[in-house]
């Protein structure tokens, strides 16, 4: 490692020890030229997070694409500061899950049954997108199905509609 006093290359790990429960492991260096101590991080490289488009396309996962969409979702609604946060924990869902690969109607499913425990309005309108309605009939049914089923129940709405098909591309999937 280049010593950034003198940019001597030989140096001796002088203390090793685990951080971040053991994801990574910090070094301090010392310079063998010029004794300067240092600091490395070294951690696992993970396999990058993809995202299978209806079409077949293999994309990278794109958190500011997945961010974007929620954004336009919750344009006007008073829940801009929990963004992020939905936005780390589907990124954490996903990234948990069986492999590394993601697929668009699992993202919109996350998406749709965060939002709906968030913001009704935003939902409405991110299932909206996300489906891709071509009719207001269609649309119309959504909110009756959705307004029935608030009545009704309490959170945990993630089946609201898996059953129904997915039309359109997901959310990071705008061609
Ligand atoms: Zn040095």
Redo the contacts with the bound molecule.
Sequence with gaps: MR?P??Q?LDDRVVDSRLVRAGSSVRRRRE?A??G?RFTTYERLEEEPLTVRKQSGVVEPFERSKLKRSIQVACAKRPVADSIDELVDAIEEELASSDGREANTARIGELVMERLSALDQVAYVRFASVYRNFQETTEFEQEVHELQRRRRYETPGQADLFRSSGNRADGPSGEE
């Design positions: 010593c006093s003198c001597h310079c030229a010029c300067r």
